[in-house]
C-alpha cells in the first residue's frame, strides 16, 4: 500500500511576479479608461479589460501548477500543466537541507527547470529544499512546507 508521507499543492494564481504583473495591467488599464476624454466604445474596452484581467487572476489563484508527493521511498513531482512526472528516488539522496529559494523578491514559476547546473522547481514562498544525490545533481524544490519536507525526507534518508 502507498503511504503518502507529505502532501503539498502549489498553484499559479498565488506567485507574487505574476501577480504583480496583473495587477499592474489592470489598474493601468483602469487609469487609461478613468482618463480617456470620450466615454465611448474605445474607452469602454479598458474599463472590460480590467475587469477581464481581474477575472483571470482570481481563477488562477485555483489551477494546480504542481503538486509534491512522498510516497514509500520516492518524491514525485506533478502538475496539471507539465507534460512529465517527476519521480527523485530518495535512497539516491546524498544530502538535503532548507535554503532560501532566490535573493530575489520576484521569482517566477519554474519546473524542472535546468539552470546553473540544477533542477529546479518553484511556484510561490521564499525557502526551498535542496536535494543533492549521489551523482552530484541538485535538485531546488520550492515549497510552503519547507521544514515538513525537509524532516520528511531526512526521516527516510536516515531509516
Known amino acids: ?15 507574487k511576479m505574476s501577480f504583480i504583473r496583473r495587477i499592474a495591467l489592470s489598474i493601468f488599464c483602469f487609469v487609461a479608461y478613468y482618463w480617456s476624454e470620450n466615454q465611448n466604445q474605445s474607452a469602454d474596452l479598458f474599463f472590460f479589460l480590467g475587469i477581464s484581467i481581474l477575472v483571470i487572476s482570481a481563477l488562477l489563484v485555483f489551477v494546480l501548477h504542481f503538486e509534491t508527493k512522498i510516497i514509500n ?5 506533478d502538475g496539471l500543466w507539465t507534460s512529465r512526472k517527476v519521480k527523485i528516488d530518495i535512497n ?11 535573493r530575489f523578491f520576484f521569482n517566477r ?41 525537509e524532516r520528511s525526507i531526512n526521516n527516510i534518508i536516515n531509516s
Do not use: P, W
Not at 539516491?92 to 532566490?102: D, H, N
Open 1 to 15: 500500500m502507498e503511504e503518502i508521507k507529505f502532501l503539498e499543492k502549489q498553484y499559479l494564481g498565488l506567485n
Open 109 to 149: 514559476s519554474v519546473y524542472n527547470l535546468h539552470y546553473k547546473k540544477s533542477i529546479r522547481f518553484f511556484t510561490k514562498g521564499n525557502d526551498a529544499v535542496e536535494l543533492t544525490d549521489q551523482d552530484g545533481l541538485i535538485y531546488l524544490i520550492g515549497s510552503q512546507k519547507a521544514e515538513e519536507l
Open 92 to 102: 539516491s539522496i546524498r544530502s538535503c537541507q532548507k535554503v532560501s529559494y532566490s
Open 73 to 77: 521511498s520516492s518524491i514525485i513531482l
